[in-house]
């Protein structure tokens, strides 16, 4: 049975992983081509390539990560990896964790509708709002790495003072139980960024909706297009970044039970998912994208099944 969800679990891991690094790899690879053409590129654009680019990262980071404590290998070799290992992992984490909230920070004050000074100075002040948010969260990063260095070294020390490897064995559970806290701990200032501007979203949608119900149906139907098409795109965010919070934590609490096989072999599979189907989710909301990807799509069953020049 345990060797049956084995190969099952590894299987959906593998999956997952390849199409994570297509789909964020086919994001930068078409937003860089367009912009080499056009010898300009939009803000949402630079933030979708720079997102594809910590999502290839992340994945690899938690592919690693994964892997090691899966196989369960020598304490003495994870101890001298997991420094790398965690700042590759903070580094790749956050900013796929920041760019995106810009990105919904993006979407809102370009599609919300709202009279405020506020938000109206906001928008006019777009480019700014991006770069200070970027700044401040450049600063968080540095806060974070500071202390989960400090927290890695206090391990250490304790970990070194221990001869018992049983007692290693145990210890080295807890390092990334403390780190992994401490991360989702700075996290949650851009989660909570990320459902503000969901709520704020809905808000606009419905004042928007109260707004027009005397105005010609065509022009009203763009508009709750584009809100919901936002909404969708910030809603699978929300969804797939809580499901890869909870596995996270499931996954290194499990060392702690007696049955953890299922455990084990699927909680790799929810953490892999956010980084993998997120790339999805915004090549199927980006117009530009979805239609260049159906564009390949196409290319790819001519060439399969032998079609002419022009598909014929």
């Known amino acids: 049975m345990s060797s049956a969800l084995q190969v099952i679990s590894a299987t959906i891991l593998n999956v997952e992983f390849m199409t994570g690094n297509l789909g964020n790899g086919f994001i930068a690879v078409v937003n860089i081509m367009d912009w080499v053409k056009r010898r300009k590129i939009s803000s949402v654009d630079q933030i979708l390539s720079a997102l594809a680019i910590s999502r290839i990262t992340l994945l690899w980071s938690l592919y690693i990560m994964v892997s090691i404590f899966s196989l369960y290998p020598d304490v003495e070799v994870l101890m001298k990896t997991v420094r790398l290992n965690n700042l590759i992992w903070v580094i790749s984490n956050h900013f796929s964790i920041w760019l995106s909230t810009i990105l919904s920070i993006l979407y809102f004050l370009k599609i919300a509708n709202f009279s405020n000074s506020i938000f109206l100075y906001l928008r006019w002040r777009l480019t700014k709002v991006v770069s200070v948010v970027l700044l401040v969260s450049l600063f ?53 960024m990320s459902m503000t501007m969901f709520f ?102 001519c060439k399969i099944q032998g079609c002419g020049p022009l598909g014929l």
Request: with cysteine; glycine share 2%; hydrophobic share 50%.
């Open 140 to 192: 968080l990063l540095f806060l974070n790495i500071l202390e989960e260095e400090i927290q890695i070294d206090m391990w250490m020390d304790q970990f070194k003072a221990n001869l018992s490897y049983s007692y290693k064995l145990k210890d080295f559970t807890q390092i990334p139980k403390i780190l992994a806290l401490t991360n989702t701990m700075f996290s949650l200032i851009p989660f909570t």
């Open 200 to 301: 704020l979203l809905i808000f606009s949608l419905w004042k928007h909706l109260k707004k027009i119900k005397y105005i010609a149906k065509s022009s009203r139907d763009v508009s709750i297009t584009v809100h919901i098409k936002v909404l969708k795109t910030v809603v699978a965010f929300l969804l797939l970044y809580v499901i890869f919070t909870f596995t996270l934590f499931v996954h290194i609490w499990s060392y702690e039970f007696e049955e953890k096989l299922f455990f084990k072999y699927f909680c790799p599979v929810g953490v892999i998912a956010f980084p993998s189907l997120h790339s999805c989710v915004l090549i199927l909301g980006n117009s530009k994208l979805r239609q260049t990807s159906l564009l390949v799509l196409s290319v790819l069953r």
